[in-house]
């Protein structure tokens, strides 16, 4: 059974650091492209972040110099450190794979999806 778990959500002020995590189980981790996504309520889930499976990654230009994503692939995970938060940032962030080769960005290009962790940037 395919799964991901997102982790390290949290309320921090802004200007402040945080670490978020996504825990990836039942496919072949290291041959898959990954992706951090985040949605506020009444929102379109937007892209922040994507990693290949060689480990070159690109990021939206509103995240771009503030957040950084890392995969480990003996351990399975991918991390996003966001740094200099920002209130705009607030947001359920999620983790996806199954990239299907399309617009990194598009939520629709992904076939897999974690639960998503809430951070919560106050000013």
């Known amino acids: 059974q395919i799964r991901l778990m997102e982790s390290g959500g949290g309320s921090v002020q802004s200007g402040g650091s945080l670490t978020l995590s996504c825990a990836a189980s039942g496919f072949a981790y290291n041959d898959y492209c990954m992706g951090w996504f985040r949605q506020t309520p009444g929102k379109w889930r937007e892209g922040v972040a994507f990693v290949n499976a060689d480990g070159t990654s690109t990021y939206a230009d509103s995240v771009k110099g503030r957040f950084t994503i890392s995969r480990d692939n003996d351990n399975r995970t991918m991390s996003l450190r966001l740094n200099n938060v920002k209130p705009e940032d607030t947001a359920m962030y999620y983790c996806?794979?199954?990239?299907?080769?399309?617009?990194?960005?598009?939520?629709?290009?992904?076939?897999?999806w974690g639960q998503g962790t809430q951070v919560t940037v106050s000013s």
């Open positions: 996806a794979a199954g990239w299907r080769g399309g617009d990194w960005y598009r939520p629709t290009e992904y076939d897999y």
